[in-house]
């Protein structure tokens, strides 16, 4: 059985830093697609970064240039670097994964059949 479960979310102060862990078990061969979604209070879930089978990435725009994501060689732990933070990240963070192509309709929550738990990010003014 799939799991995938996050840790590494806390509270921070704007301008702060986190780092975002999701360790992947049970999965019978290594996803070609995962990504890190998050959701704020009151709003839809978004995409935040997606990352292929080869390490070619996207990011959302409200997060590129402060943002990184990378998975390890054996592709069963993803992180997610934030850096320079603002209140507005503030979210619930979800990785999500899929044996499908990262591409058209990975922007897209209903795209991934694997999620995660969540992880909260505070960020204070």
């Not at 290594?30 to 990011?59: L, N, S």
């Not at 979800?94 to 990010?121: H, I």
Request: net charge positive.
């Amino acid at each position: 059985q799939v799991q995938l479960v996050e840790s590494g979310g806390g509270s921070v102060q704007a301008g702060g830093s986190l780092r975002l862990a999701c360790a992947a078990y049970g999965y019978s061969a290594p996803f070609t697609c995962m990504a890190w979604f998050r959701q704020a209070p009151g709003k839809e879930r978004e995409k935040v970064a997606t990352i292929d089978h080869v390490g070619r990435t996207t990011y959302g725009d409200s997060v590129k240039g402060r943002f990184t994501i990378s998975q390890n060689n054996g592709k069963n732990t993803l992180w997610l670097q934030m850096n320079s933070l603002k209140p507005e990240d503030t979210a619930i963070y979800y990785c999500a994964a899929a044996w499908k192509y990262c591409g058209d309709g990975d922007s897209l929550s209903s795209w991934y059949p694997y999620w995660g738990q969540g992880t909260q990010v505070s960020v204070s003014s």
